[in-house]
């Protein structure tokens, strides 16, 4: 039995090939089988014929020649529904690309899914009608199951593969907003001010888009009246924009809109000019073209020698955090504001404790900390203490010395001042306004709030909670620029749910109570994440502006509970 008779009995419509193209005339095998005694003769490259005469076989093909997808694509399975891959045959071709193979009832045609920005195809189906060369042909090699088995995915499972292969089109369009009319449109805009001050997460909820997940900052939505966990929409896959390639909704489905726009087609119907005219009275925008307005000119004199310096070495990549496997991601960059997030008990406080003491033993950096959850005082400072000496200050085999306990309050009291957290609701502009005190007597470095959420939110009423955090985070990252200091926000996310096995998802920056703008606003952003009891502490780099900082990234950090240091693990 060769090849093309042994795929016969496996249920598959099979043909032979050469460079691809069928060795015949091919196109009854669509419909009915050949025979074993046809094959028996049959040599050269093997195809399998998808659709109904091969029991529902669907094959999406992932060209790398036109940019790699297949990697963020199956991310996003893994995120949201990961039993899907595992019933996957998965086989490389050639030029390096793979196919993704499985049978289902849903008819698919030869479609294309994603395309590169040029428009030529990144993922495409093979489907109904359609052939596809396979192994043991040569160059093609099976790396996951082979036709053995092959799987039968649900309706539901079929939609949201495919819709997660949509959701990474690259050819798309803008769709331009009209412009206004002049009485609308001088000065700044209410479009424009709401673009740059707006999460539409909240508005799309409202009419009933379902939030699905958020994978690497972008958003995942399905349409309001979809069946199972398809994907119909993103937010954020281009900066800032809302991409529909769901042909059911009110958008036009290939095309990316600004927020600005969701806005006015989802409260007004489409009618830019009364959006515009609503988000006048809401606040948004400004008329005033005659308002004199003064700016300071850059000095730049010395710009020149700047340059120069950064031709012949670089940019400075900035302060090691005292773990080498995390600097590769995160460095420490005077004038940024990081933001920290990750569920409760899960060890934010202590990594940023960690972080600073790091920060003082190795380039005597010192701090503003307004740390509230941290109370008493005294409590904080057993902390700190341990983190610096490296051993328990209360009964332990490994206990440290009363003369070490006292060098280490000596350093902490000459490295660390504390805001008081005592006071009746105190808010963002006290906080700021004590650590500029401190820049100007002690010579600060740094200044961590830990946790945002225990700030007294004095927020006027005719902005909302998104509005204010993203005015407050402009706030403080231009107080941080100003004085160049680094700023780190620790932030609590959103309630979320444990999974079938117990454990909370991993958290976004996007999930940070309160708005979107947490990383929208953010320099840099981490979150701390432990999946178990063995104390291993992901850290996950979800965000970094600026390349020669660091990059995205993960890695894993040992949580040592008697000296409340964190130790980097082996990798191997």
């Known amino acids: 039995m060769n090849i093309f008779q042994k795929y016969l009995s496996l249920g598959l419509s099979v043909i032979p090939c050469k460079d691809k193209i069928p060795l015949f005339p091919w196109k009854k095998y669509q419909t009915e089988f050949a025979t074993q005694e046809e094959a028996s003769n049959w040599s050269g490259q093997i195809a399998c014929i998808c659709g109904a005469i091969s029991s529902g ?37 050639p030029s390096g690309g793979c196919h993704v193979i499985f049978r289902s009832d849903v008819v698919l045609k030869n479609v294309k899914l994603a395309c590169n920005k040029e428009g030529a195809a990144t993922i495409e189906t093979r489907g109904e009608g359609g052939y596809f060369v396979c192994a043991p042909s040569e160059k093609y090699e099976f790396t996951y199951g082979n036709f053995e088995k092959i799987s039968k995915l649900s309706n539901e499972e079929t939609d949201f593969i495919i819709t997660a292969a949509m959701s990474l089109n690259e050819k798309i369009e803008e769709k331009k907003e009209p412009v206004l009319p002049h009485n609308q449109s001088s000065g700044l805009t209410p479009f424009d001010d709401y673009n740059t001050r707006h999460d539409i997460s909240g508005l799309l909820q409202s009419h009933g888009w379902k939030l699905l997940f958020v994978k690497n900052g972008v958003a995942f939505f399905q349409r309001p009246g979809k069946d199972g966990r398809g994907i119909s929409a993103t937010w954020n896959a281009v900066p800032d924009r809302f991409y529909v390639f769901s042909t059911a909704t009110n958008f036009e489905n290939n095309h990316i809109y600004k927020a600005s726009a969701v806005y006015s087609l989802l409260e007004h119907n489409g009618n830019y000019s009364e959006a515009a005219k609503r988000l006048y009275s809401e606040g948004y925008g400004s008329r005033d073209i005659k308002k004199e307005v003064t700016a300071k000119l850059v000095e730049t004199s010395n710009m020149k020698k700047a340059i120069g310096e950064i031709y012949l070495h670089g940019y400075n990549k900035g302060k090691t955090t005292g773990w080498k496997n995390l600097d590769e991601l995160y460095s420490v960059i005077k004038g940024q504001m990081t933001v920290i997030t990750g569920m409760p008990s899960m060890g934010k406080s202590q990594f940023l404790d960690a972080l600073m003491i790091n920060l003082a033993m190795s380039q005597d950096w010192k701090f503003a900390v307004f740390s509230p959850e941290n109370y008493p005082t005294y409590m904080h400072y057993h902390q700190l203490i341990e983190k610096r000496v490296g051993k328990a200050l209360t009964d332990s085999a490994n206990r440290m010395t009363m003369a070490e306990a006292e060098q280490a309050i000596d350093f902490i009291d000459n490295h660390f001042f504390f805001i008081d957290a005592t006071e009746d609701e105190i808010n963002l502009d006290a906080i700021l306004n004590k650590a500029q005190d401190l820049i100007a007597t002690k010579k600060i470095d740094g200044l961590s709030i830990d ?58 920056l996007y999930d940070c109570e309160g708005s979107a703008q947490w990383r929208n606003k953010a320099d840099n952003g981490i979150c701390i994440h432990r999946h178990s009891d063995d104390n291993l502490t992901n850290v996950i780099v979800q965000k970094i502006k600026y390349r020669y900082t660091g990059h995205p990234g993960e890695v894993v950090l040992k949580f040592i509970k008697e000296s409340g240091r964190y130790e980097e693990t082996p990798t191997w």
């Open 57 to 93: 076989l669907i094959v999406l093909d992932f060209d790398v020649k036109n940019g790699e997808r297949y990697s963020e694509w199956l991310q996003i399975l893994l995120q949201y529904k990961p039993e899907i891959p595992s019933k996957f045959i998965i086989e490389k071709t």
């Open 451 to 508: 946790p945002w959420n225990e700030i007294e939110i004095d927020k006027p009423k005719d902005l909302s909670t998104t509005e204010y955090i993203g005015k407050s985070l402009r706030v403080s990252r231009k107080f941080a620029r100003r004085n160049n200091i680094h700023l780190w926000i620790a932030v609590h996310p959103i309630k979320m749910q444990k999974d079938k096995e117990g454990k909370y998802p991993v958290p976004e």
